[in-house]
């Protein structure tokens, strides 16, 4: 049976034909475009459909597109895959109600999704998608109007990319990558960003997994170590013929949303590497500023990076919808999560892949530095050093998971892996800090049916010891 229509941390996700199908689309989104217009005040009907490099993709889009311009909808329907944050650049820039993005990000492959970005280039608040999902819950019937137009657009054609380039120095990037000093792999994950980098940069780079595979290789589209053994394996084969020349790996999520990078000896870095290096990099070669915005699973590096930058810190729940509410009343800098999100006060309240690509690209180009090297030197400066790691465990099914919320909600943990806890904190899941200054954070997550167990401590040795420990309290009753 199909599971109920309910939106999680972005969007809505279904398995393809069983949740998310064709006719619940066309249920849903001509609701979406009702209440994107009731928070409109400019009189504006239009809407943006896109779509990513999934399964019947452009056929859910066209689905979205026409089933919204039934009900007076104006819709400009894109003609190619293109990452999200440029369908909600696109959105921003035409003055539409918003984006209607046919995407799962970084599910597997047996998903698809819904997401739903306002016309201020961001996700919409969780007000805004309970109140979808409560009209669909009590369908009313909206007054007939005459169809709008639909219109066909390139979404790669709209001065998207003018706008990512404009933020960076291209040509210090180009000139470092002609000499030879730079070498790109980009691992598109054989998502919506294949072929971005090289139209952004104008000169060619080796991207990785650029054919479309809806089922992602048998993974699923996540800038995760697993899924990334062949990029690395590339990066040191490339680094041992040329010594003399740095190389990176960039890698985006299906929606290229989220990033991650490796760096010219193979080393993976997460998020929670890169922010603190774009924070860095911003400040000092940018003379940038403002707040600094992470979400509760974000690294402890952050904040000391922003204390050592002097800049306000603010820390939110999982979910950009988040970051994306507190950068509209906010001067930010960036605010970032540890799933890869990263985005820019000065661009649109929304994660972008490709700029943080491009930043990074900046700062090797600029500095002469291996990402590997600016993380140690900021490691350096700060005197403060981690490991980080996350376990995603599987749920058998919605009672496992209720279970387990009630053993956390009435059975407070104290001790963990032998030790005390010296603080939780809810603002999202229950985060346990110990008394060595390490953290274990347990959280259900909001997109998929797993358990996430995040946990940051000294060494790697510790963050495996900690969440061995939590796997076992998660799974042995
Ligand atoms: O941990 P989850 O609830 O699955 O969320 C993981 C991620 O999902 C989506 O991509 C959201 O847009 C992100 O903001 C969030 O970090």
């Known amino acids: 049976m199909a599971s109920p229509i309910k939106f999680g941390t972005d969007g809505w996700r279904g398995l393809i034909a069983e949740d998310f199908t064709c006719d619940r689309l066309a249920e849903v989104a001509p609701v979406a475009a009702q209440v994107l217009s009731q928070l409109d005040t400019t009189g504006t009907r239009k809407i943006i459909v896109g779509y990513d490099r999934r399964f019947m993709a452009e056929e859910f889009a066209r689905v979205t597109a026409e089933s919204v311009c039934n009900f007076g909808f104006d819709v400009d329907l894109a003609d190619t895959y293109a990452p999200t944050p440029a369908f909600s650049w696109i959105a921003h820039d035409q003055k539409a109600l918003g984006a209607l993005v046919i995407t799962a990000s970084h599910n597997p492959g047996g998903y698809s999704g819904l997401k739903v970005k306002g016309g201020f280039g961001g996700s919409v608040s969780p007000e805004v998608t309970q109140k979808i999902e409560a009209l669909l819950a009590t369908p009313a019937s909206f007054p007939a109007t005459e169809p709008g137009r639909l219109q066909s657009i390139n979404p790669w054609q709209t001065g998207y990319c003018e706008a990512l380039t404009a933020h960076v120095d291209l040509e210090i990037i180009r000139a470092a990558i002609a000499a030879g000093r730079l070498t790109v792999f980009v691992d598109v994950m054989h998502g919506a960003t294949a072929g971005g980098m090289e139209t952004l940069l104008g000169v060619p780079i080796h991207e990785l997994n650029s054919h479309r595979d809806p089922l992602f290789g048998g993974g699923a589209p996540e800038p995760l170590p697993k899924y990334l053994s062949y990029l690395c394996r590339q990066i040191r084969t ?3 013929h040329h010594p003399q020349g740095l190389a990176v790996g960039l890698v985006f999520d299906g929606d290229g949303d989220r990033i991650a990078a490796v760096d010219s ?53 999982i979910g950009y919808k988040y970051i994306a509410d507190r950068m509209l009343t906010s001067p930010v800098l960036l605010g970032g999560e540890e799933s890869g999100g990263i985005g820019y006060g000065h661009h649109i309240p929304e994660r972008d892949a490709l700029l943080s690509a491009l930043y990074l690209l900046e700062a090797i180009a600029q500095s002469g530095e291996d990402l590997g090297q600016l993380y140690q030197n900021l490691q350096a400066q700060t005197h403060f050093s981690s490991a980080y790691d996350r376990i995603d465990l599987p749920l058998a099914n919605m009672t496992v998971r209720s279970q387990l919320l009630q053993k956390l909600q009435t059975q407070p943990l104290t001790t963990l892996a032998g030790q005390a806890v010296t603080d939780c904190l809810t603002i999202d899941g229950f985060k346990f800090r110990l008394l060595d200054g390490s953290w274990l954070m347990i959280r259900f997550s909001g997109t998929e049916p797993v358990l996430r167990l995040y946990c940051e401590a000294a060494t790697l040795e510790q963050v495996h010891q900690l969440l061995n420990w939590a796997k076992d309290w998660a799974t042995c009753g």
């Open 238 to 240: 490339h680094q041992h």
């Open 265 to 317: 000896q193979g080393n993976f870095l997460s998020s929670q590497i890169l922010i603190p290096i774009l924070i860095e990099h911003l400040v000092t070669r940018r003379g940038m500023g403002g707040e600094i915005i992470k979400t509760v699973s974000g690294s402890d590096l952050i904040p000391r990076i922003a204390e050592l930058y002097q800049l306000p810190l603010f820390e939110t729940p």
